[in-house]
């Protein structure tokens, strides 16, 4: 048995070989090389490297897909090694700031990891009571990774929040927008949400001229944007604002506005509207009385309407300057159009203006005709939106239909509604030359407006239109609007509001639109101001007594940061030479 077992194991033919004798050759079949054989764990291996891929492919899988598809907890865990969204900061057209971004911490909590909702909320309300404390509480309960709890914290929250220790607590370094000067450019400059974006003003329009798709690629997290240059004057806007805020408290009225802008260059130097809101706080900015006035509100502008009437009887050819009119009230279609204060006498063209005269202007609208009125109007911007950076712009209102009692009552003021912002652009055209230059917020050169601006009326007409301003500004309702050595020249308007349907006599929307100096004008200054009342000791509460004595004042404070110097005659003259 023992050696059929060796004849057929495998140890035989080493065996045979040790059996030997010593110093005998090896047989053939000792020195023969054995056949390899497959390893008998080749399939486990291949299986162990297909495992092996296969976990790492669903791992690679999976950062792909998180690097592509993004969450809140990713949007904050990266946006934090990138860093806050930095807008670029909104500056004067002298460099002063007027919007920047500052830092701020923000609240935030991982609820898995917080140990006692209950706990951590009554500790965080002795902090920030004016949280809700339900709302804060289903946050720190919730099986979220990421929950808001509070944005923009001021450092002493901070503190005491820190010092609480709460686990499951955190703080996100953000940006804050701030705003140096508050209300004083508040409607220009707008707001931006609590993710620094811009919702109004010129913030959104930044956002809209592509600083928004910055904040989308990245790009804009660098700090290195440049300034955004406005063509305000932070000088002239604190002189604007302060003269609204107090002709509210003069005239006891429920709103004030106005505005400078450069008749060259269609530039806005200053606009303000009060009452007004802080954009550090921008949460007022929804109320009703903040409405910006000038650009977003549309008005019956009164007698400043007469302007384009005057001017557009003159430029048609239908109407000289010398012309003479009759003021003797008459009626159309069953109303009877008449005088406010009547000279009971036949009125030129510059009387009619100076004198303000419904009926004449009436009788001027008629010689143009209804189609001509409606031309020249749309022809001067009146009748559409005006164009320019400001978001915040309101459509005007005109009948459906023109007919010849909408074209005479329009020729004094009442049955169309504008922004008092394109009304001053219009009243620019007028007294520049006869241009019409679209308005902006940005810088813009002399030769950059010239090569946009478009004749509305020829040189002849604003010549004319010069004159006659300077006629009201030195003896008729515009007396108030020209302090000495600056010569304003430009017109009132006293509009009746319409109250449950009516006209009313007690409830009045003034408005006045002067330039200067009228010899050549440079600059238009416009001031609205909403249901103003008798100043003690005054004969009437019509915008002679108070819109117009509000431009004299911007104009007086205003000039020497404007570069236009007094011009006192050759009485001032002499005595400059004495001195």
């Known amino acids: 048995m023992i050696g059929s077992l060796l ?6 033919g080493l065996l045979a070989s040790s059996t030997a004798a010593p110093g005998s050759a090896p047989t053939r079949r000792s020195l023969r090389p054995r056949r390899a054989e497959p390893p008998r764990n080749r399939p486990r291996f291949l299986i162990a490297v297909g495992l092996f891929c296969a976990i790492y492919g669903v791992i690679g899988a999976r950062l792909v897909v998180w690097g592509a598809i993004s969450n809140p907890v990713d949007l904050f865990q990266t946006s934090g090694i990138g860093g806050p969204i930095t807008r670029p900061d909104l500056v004067d057209r002298n460099g002063e700031v007027l919007a920047t971004d500052i830092k701020t911490a923000s609240l935030f909590a991982e609820p898995r990891r917080i140990v006692d909702a209950d706990e951590a909320t009554e500790a965080l309300m002795t902090v920030l009571p004016d949280l809700n404390p339900k709302v804060v509480h289903a946050r720190l309960s919730s099986k979220s990774g990421f929950a808001w709890l509070r944005r923009e914290l001021t450092p002493r929250q901070q503190q005491e929040i820190l010092a609480l220790g709460i686990p499951g607590i955190g703080f996100r370094t953000e940006k804050k927008r701030f705003y140096p000067g508050g209300p004083t450019a508040a409607h220009v400059m707008g ?18 001229s592509g600083f928004r798709a910055l904040q989308s690629t990245g790009f804009a997290s660098n700090g290195d944007l440049e300034p955004v240059k406005l063509s305000l004057d932070l000088r002239v ?8 805020v107090a002709a509210m408290a003069k005239y006891k009225a429920v709103a004030a506005g ?6 060259e260059t269609g530039e806005i130097i200053a606009m303000a509207s009060y009452p007004d809101y802080d954009p550090n706080s921008p949460g007022d900015a929804l109320k009703k009385e903040n409405l910006n006035r000038i650009s977003a509100g549309t008005f019956e502008m009164g007698s400043t309407f007469k302007i384009f009437t005057t001017a557009m009887a003159l430029d048609s050819g239908k109407v000289k300057v010398t012309d003479i009119f009759s003021t003797t009230p008459f009626r159309v279609a069953g109303f009877t159009i008449k005088e406010f204060h009547g000279k009971g ?7 009619i203006f100076e004198y303000s005269s419904n009926v004449g202007s009436a009788r001027e609208a008629d010689l143009v005709g209804i189609d001509g009125h409606k031309e020249f109007l749309t022809r001067m911007g009146l009748l559409s939106k005006v164009k320019t950076e400001l978001p915040e712009v309101a459509m005007p209102t005109q009948p459906k239909v023109w007919k010849k009692i909408n ?3 329009i020729a004094f003021g009442h049955g169309v509604s504008t922004t008092p912002l394109q009304t ?3 009243a620019a055209a007028i007294a520049n030359g006869g241009w019409y230059i679209p308005p902006t917020f940005l810088p813009r050169t002399k030769e950059q407006a010239d090569a946009m601006k478009v004749r509305v009326v020829s040189q002849q007409t604003s010549d004319e239109m010069r004159g006659i301003f300077r006629l009201n500004g030195e003896q008729g309702s515009g007396k108030s609007a ?9 017109k009132t308007g006293t509009a009746e509001k319409v109250v449950n349907g009516r006209y009313s006599k007690d409830s009045r929307f003034n408005a006045y639109v002067g330039a200067f100096p009228i010899e050549k004008p440079r600059y238009l200054v416009l001031t609205i101001i909403d249901e103003p009342k008798k100043e003690e000791g005054k004969y009437a509460a019509t915008a002679g007594y108070n819109a117009a004595p509000m431009v004299g004042n911007i104009v007086r404070r205003a000039a020497t940061f404007l570069n236009v110097k007094p011009d006192f005659g050759d009485t001032g003259r002499q005595l400059l030479v004495s001195y």
């Open 7 to 12: 004849r057929r194991s495998p140890l035989r």
């Open 191 to 208: 707001a931006v949400n609590v993710d620094n974006q811009g919702i109004a003003g010129m913030e959104k329009y930044v956002d809209d």
């Open 237 to 244: 806007q604190h002189i604007v604002r302060d003269e609204l």
């Open 258 to 263: 106005g505005l400078v802008m450069d008749v």
């Open 345 to 351: 006498r036949p009125l030129s063209v510059p009387e």
């Open 407 to 409: 074209s005479m009552t």
């Open 424 to 426: 001053a652009v219009a």
């Open 482 to 490: 020209n302090p000495p050595g600056y010569h304003v020249g430009g």
